[in-house]
């Protein structure tokens, strides 16, 4: 089975400090996901990346970066944490298989931002 | 643009009732993919199915089926005899053969509570 560990479950910070999210992955997967997940919108995708050091902007990039210097590993950057970014944040990895490989996720992240 | 509406946010029914979650999406591209996912309280959102445009049978697998009716551009999930095990989140999401790296786009979810 493959598994997507993200590296904390719950994180509090304070607003205007660097965050680092990880995420690794164990199936050799080509494809990496941001996404942060907000009551009544959803999933809404941040930043995804298709191959080392590949990475594309999704639909909400403003205020994160993401680093992926090896396959296994994405990690998304809050560069300054705002207020605003208190949310749930799921990683996700997939084949490159066209575009209906499944996603397989990790059990998600919920900053707190104070 | 591609949408993905779930407009039921939370259903509640007993146990062993049958209930569907509805799912209405938006494409211009003529080759699509659908998906639904369960996000239980452990918070990993599992996969579930996968539907390519071009395929518009039902699936079925055991309690569970799938309804793609391309006309009404709408994708259903009905869970037959309902039990406790399946309150969760369904998320349904839908991506484009034009996107690269395949990009999903969900809808906003549906909390479904099952009562005993």
């Known amino acids: 089975d493959v598994k997507v560990t993200q590296s904390s479950r719950y994180l509090v910070k304070r607003t205007g400090e660097k965050v680092f999210l990880e995420c690794v992955q164990d199936m050799d997967h080509e494809n990496m996901f941001w996404y942060r997940q907000d009551p009544g919108l959803g999933l809404r995708l941040i930043y995804f990346s298709y191959d080392v050091k590949m990475k594309e902007k999704g639909d909400i990039p403003e205020g994160y970066s993401v680093s992926r210097e090896k396959k296994e590993r994405f990690s998304l950057i809050l560069e300054s944490a705002s207020t605003n970014q208190t949310s749930m944040y799921l990683c996700?990895?997939?084949?490159?298989?066209?575009?209906?490989?499944?996603?397989?996720f990790g059990n998600g992240t919920r900053l707190t931002v104070t | 643009a591609q949408k993905v509406t779930q407009a039921q946010t939370e259903i509640s029914v007993v146990e062993k009732e049958d209930v569907t979650l509805d799912c209405v999406y938006e494409t211009r591209d003529t080759t699509y993919y659908l998906f639904w996912y369960k996000q239980p309280p452990s918070g990993e959102l599992v996969f579930l199915i996968r539907r390519n445009s071009f395929d518009e049978q039902n699936e079925i697998s055991g309690r569970y089926s799938w309804n793609f009716q391309k006309s009404t551009s709408s994708f259903n999930f009905t869970i037959t005899a309902s039990q406790v095990v399946d309150s969760a989140v369904y998320f349904c999401?839908?991506?484009?053969?034009?996107?690269?790296?395949?990009?999903?786009?969900f809808g906003q979810g549906t909390r479904l509570t099952i009562n005993p």
């Open positions: 996700a990895s997939s084949l490159r298989q066209g575009n209906n490989s499944p996603l397989h």
């Open positions: 999401a839908l991506s484009e053969a034009n996107q690269g790296a395949q990009k999903l786009v």
